[in-house]
């Protein structure tokens, strides 16, 4: 079945997510009317994914709709913010209805889940890619950055890094494995982002970034806007059993280079370890500490032969071969 | 000559726009970071153009740069809205200094133009399309809608609809003519979006839209909007000389069906005509009055054989052939 552009729009995007008083016009004039509460900084990211790019090519639909809004929803968690309204742009090669009532029954169950409403958007047709601008707020002064690490501040990240890249390559048979793969797909396919312990991290972290091109990538970019280099100890790195059934080797390197985890990597100085552990107990927030920010440059990985430099660590869109 | 990501960012995208003293992180981190003035509502708009779709493959990059802007500023216009702030979602084949160049500079010079400056974005590889998602205010309770309108109200167009869809046909060899045909083009390849008379027509206009997928489409989308019908007069058809110059059938097709205008189309009850001419000269501002609001729902062109209903004006882009 195929929809006409506005029959598309009535029918999928015209009512997504939460219900919000804060939305004076949503979807369907020529822009969003939005009241943004006193005393809060607004918070704005645009993240887009594209057909055999960002995932593969005849990706379920469900997945697509979910990560089009959890990539966005891990920027927003990565500052410390609320996320609250969300624009889409979808291209699409046509409008089949199949295909839509999964992409968009997952984004609005996602958005429902962070309390979002869809305020806009434009569909068009084309080469499939989804571009998803999503706002929220932080108050005033308190937003998490990544350039606010200081040398000494430790390093942590939450979840298991390497699960989602290991499911990606399960998913596009660049690897087999035994064991328990469908949790693996499933980290990959519908990431679940750190809304709420991005919001909790403001106070105690010092700087915060989240991991979508690879732990390793990304600690150094928070590192390198802070000023400083970062040290990764290897033998912390907190892997699920899933993916240390692959091997050490190869689940060590999943995580510290894989992406797509969308996870939070933070720091936190050391003089507010205790309190950040007394208030939000690393075992209920699933996060560990893996690291240490130094004043030396660059990516530094710790094993056991040793320390090793890691010289330009993650995924370049536009690298040759 | 290839770029990285990185670089690519770094190099055309960091510093582009305005410099706005609101904006406390912009592009480089995880998302941006923006002060809303108080007592303004936040308006939001996104639009997305798509190689082959938009606009003719093989396009000028300072034109597909300067659209992708003024499409967005073209819908904040409508709303009555100040632009404030950009976000880019730029997918591209292969990133090539040399339309890398182009498109930017076209981008920042209009975004400078409207005092707009570029906060986040997302460059990806990937087939050729450009996601602006354009965010600004108006005062509280002030913006204009589609919905306003009253059966009586006096309907207006700004500038001269058609050029651009003229324009349109001839780079796209589909048309031939002898005459001005460069300040046709340039209606389609450098559109000028009414952000300065959106401002001033708060408190004017009863209800206002941007004309993108023709005159006729688009001012039926105003009058449903707002529970009633249009009329137009096509002998009101504010037509440019080269528009004109192409036979005056097809200049009044061009007008009422063409799209790519990005000007305002808006409505007047008659009792602040008097008011808005005075405050507002005609002259000045390049805008005419071409209909009337009707009681009777539809669109309706009255010209010299009559009145005719039209069914279902406007482009869709996923109506089948």
Redesign the interface.
């Known amino acids: 079945m ?5 029959d ?1 729009i009535d029918r999928y995007f015209r009512r997504s997510g939460a219900v919000r008083s804060d939305v ?2 949503g979807v ?9 509460p ?1 005393g809060m ?8 994914l ?5 995932f593969p090519r005849g990706c379920r639909p469900d997945s697509v709709g979910h990560r089009a809004l959890a990539v966005n929803l891990s ?2 968690a ?2 410390g ?1 609320q996320p609250a ?1 969300a ?3 979808l ?2 090669p ?2 089949q209805a199949e295909w839509l009532d999964g992409f968009a029954a997952a984004f609005s169950a996602l958005a429902l889940q962070h309390g979002v409403t869809l ?9 499939l ?1 989804v ?1 998803v ?3 929220g707020w ?1 108050p ?1 002064g308190c ?1 998490l ?3 606010g690490a200081a040398p000494g501040d430790a390093l942590f990240v939450s979840g298991t890094p390497g699960d989602a890249a290991a499911g990606l390559a399960l998913e596009q048979g660049r690897l087999t494995a035994e064991g328990d793969c469908d949790s693996l797909r499933e980290r990959f396919l519908f990431p679940a982002p750190r809304v709420a312990l991005g919001a909790r991290l403001r106070g105690y972290a010092s700087a ?3 991991v979508s091109d690879g732990l390793l990538a990304d600690a150094l970019k928070l590192a390198r ?1 802070s000023g400083c280099g970062v040290e990764l100890e290897a033998a912390r790195l907190p892997l699920s059993a899933p993916l240390r059934a692959l091997g050490s080797e190869r689940a060590r390197s999943f995580a510290l280079t894989g992406g797509d985890d969308y996870e939070l990597c933070f720091t936190v100085p050391v003089q507010r370890l205790e309190r950040l552990e007394a208030d939000l107990p690393s075992a209920h927030w699933g996060y560990t500490r893996i690291g240490t920010i130094r004043v030396e440059t660059g990516a530094h990985v710790r094993d056991e032969s040793g320390v090793k430099t890691v010289a330009a660590p993650g995924y ?5 071969p």
Chains 1, 2 share one sequence.
């Open positions: 195929t929809l006409s552009e506005f598309l004076c016009v369907g004039d020529d822009a969003a009317l939005l009241e943004c006193p900084t607004l918070v704005a990211a645009v993240d887009t594209v057909d055999g790019v960002h920027d927003l990565a500052m913010a309204w624009l889409l742009a291209t699409l046509a409008a305020v806009g958007g434009d569909t068009t047709q084309g080469p890619a571009a601008t999503l706002l932080v005033a937003a950055r990544r350039s915060c970034i989240d806007a370049d869109h536009f690298a040759g």
